[in-house]
């Protein structure tokens, strides 16, 4: 924004530190002078005279005084306005570095907690989040960048060798095309629906999520049946305050997550949801491998898997939760993913639940 220049705020305090110092000393010098030349005193009595002499000594004094405390106060003042604003110039250089693309500094104001102190231990929270979402961006621009080339580089190769070997088979490099052409998409759709809950652009509306959960163990029955893989559904009404589409989306992600990443056979994954005064949970877990602590705390971000698919009919592209982990946050929500010792995954999601209906 372009502003006209104007005083500094050093000079401003300065100005009003003296402005003060110099209106106290006057007002304490017109009240030393009605004090010798207006008030009777017990024992003594002022002639014109006298007072004539007392004039002529007390205005030398006066105006003496007066230009020292003009002085003084500017001096003094100065100083003060310096000492004070030098933690302002420390948070206005780091500001600038930051807007200049350096989110590596920090302030680290040195003291007492003050205002400026504050404020100083607030920008630096600022500038860690802000470090580590822009890292996390960059880490996530790369990583779909090479999922996206993965399958253009397939196809590249299937269509150089159908034209290089005319005789090889029509209906397999169709099959093929198909099957790689099906991945880019469902990467594309997942790129955007990340954008999208990330944005926060939808309405909210009171959403079971009981409900939800029964639409989308019934949508993936038939892909846990091909797999051997129990679905088991179970909890209360749990109402939530969101979009039915995203949240929609984010269960049907945490079952074929669930479903994936199982046992090969007679595995199971159990749903189940419930209301706490204020929120609502909804937890989805599994039977699988064994898995770290440190393992699970990477599998929120983009691109990351919990272990090797066991049926490779069904990659994924390294979104699902991923996307969970977004659209949880874009409802004000809390996300715990916790390795379970027999094997396999606990996921809780937690909601603030819808507010209650008013009469009507």
Do not use: C
């Given at each position: ?52 002499s007392v004039a002529r000594d007390f205005v ?53 907690m003050d205002e400026f102190r504050e404020f ?241």
């Amino acid at each position: 924004m372009d502003r006209r220049p104007g005083a500094s705020v050093r000079l401003k305090l300065t100005l009003s530190y003296t402005g003060f110092l110099v209106l106290a000393g006057a007002l304490t010098l017109v009240a030393g002078w009605l004090f010798l030349t207006r008030v009777q005193h017990v024992g003594l009595v002022f002639v014109p005279e006298y007072r004539l002499s007392v004039a002529r000594d007390f205005v030398p004094v006066a105006a003496v005084t007066m230009v020292f405390l003009l002085v003084f106060g500017l001096g003094g003042g100065w100083f003060l306005a310096g000492r004070m604003l030098a933690p302002l110039h420390r948070i206005t250089r780091a500001a600038r570095m930051a807007a200049n693309g350096s989110l590596s500094h920090r302030i680290r104001l040195p003291g007492r907690m003050d205002e400026f102190r504050e404020f100083a231990d607030a920008f630096d929270t600022m500038l860690a989040r802000l470090e580590a979402h822009v890292a996390g961006q960059r880490r996530f621009a790369a990583n779909a960048s090479h999922e996206l080339r993965t399958p253009l580089a397939i196809s590249k190769a299937l269509l150089d060798v159908a034209r290089s070997d005319p005789r090889h088979g029509a209906g397999e490099l169709v099959d093929r095309l198909h099957t790689v052409n099906t991945r880019a998409i469902d990467l594309t759709e997942a790129l955007l629906l990340l954008s999208r809950a990330d944005r926060r652009t939808f309405t909210r509306e009171r959403t079971d999520l009981s409900l939800v959960a029964e639409e989308a163990a019934e949508t993936l029955l038939f892909l846990a049946e091909r797999h051997g893989v129990t679905l088991e559904t179970s909890g209360d009404v749990a109402q939530a305050a969101g979009s039915p589409p995203l949240l929609l989306q984010l269960v049907t992600n945490l079952l074929q997550n669930a479903i994936v990443h199982n046992l090969p056979r007679r595995g199971t994954v159990w749903i189940h949801t419930g209301a706490r005064p204020g929120t609502v949970m909804l937890t989805v877990e599994n039977t699988g491998d064994l898995l770290t602590p440190q393992r699970v705390s990477t599998l929120t971000e983009p691109f990351q898997r919990g272990t090797e698919r066991v049926h490779t009919d069904h990659a994924g592209v390294g979104l699902g939760l991923a996307i969970v982990d977004t659209i949880t946050r874009a409802h004000d929500g809390t996300l715990t993913l916790t390795p379970r010792s027999a094997g396999g995954l606990r996921v809780t999601v937690e909601l603030p639940a819808a507010a209650p209906r008013t009469g009507g």
